[in-house]
């Protein structure tokens, strides 16, 4: 398993709606930042696609995309040939597109024979709504060897379930590994809690324990830092202060590789 930071990393930098830098992050900056924190993967994901650009490097790219559809599949597909990305990270909604779990066992069975022939795995991302127990169910009905898991450590927070039942329920199909910490916290009138991000190793999430769990099944080809971090009052601010979570995340996470 090799460590790697991807767009997700920089969400800031690569640009939010409503927010956005005066120059965004760019392919080949994301590509040097990867060089300058020392580490071989780069996922490139639905904020910064890779559909319609080619370049060299040294470093392993992996592809990403949002849209679980025969045709999103298939084209992206193209671009896992195109950088030789051994598996396609997805998250199955959009913004106006929320198949039924039948209605995504019938995308896969129709396009798994190409992903199989290309020698690329799907990589299903647990994103909120879709239960561990559903994901398991979408892997069983298609091809649990050529389709697998994307393991976020916080997406299923909107799912309702707890780091611990979905790394254990997911370790055995996981190809990749999204390291995200986070701290929840009662809200100030203690009706409700606040989920915030934080920098690898300073919240909630047992990184140590979570690859010792992923470890026996011999599946998980990266793992890639994600950061959830909160905007400062000007955007310049908060991608100075993604970038230093990133390399204080980076730091922390090396000697566990």
Known sequence: MQLGIGSYTFTWAVGVAGFMPDRPLSIDQLLDNAHRLGVKRVQFCDNLPLLHTDFKTDRVIEVGTRGLTVTNLLNYLEVCKRFHSPFLRVVIDEADYHPSEQEVIAVIQSVIEDFKQANVILAIENHDRFTVASLVRIIQQTDPQWVGICLDTANSLGAGEGIEEVVKGLAPYTVNLHVKDFTIQRAWHNMGFVVEGCPAGKGML???????????????????????SNPETTIEATVEKEAAWAKESISYLKPLF
């Open 206 to 228: 047992n990184v140590p324990w979570v690859l010792e769990q992923l470890r026996p099944y011999q599946r998980c080809l990266s793992a890639t830092l994600e950061i959830w």
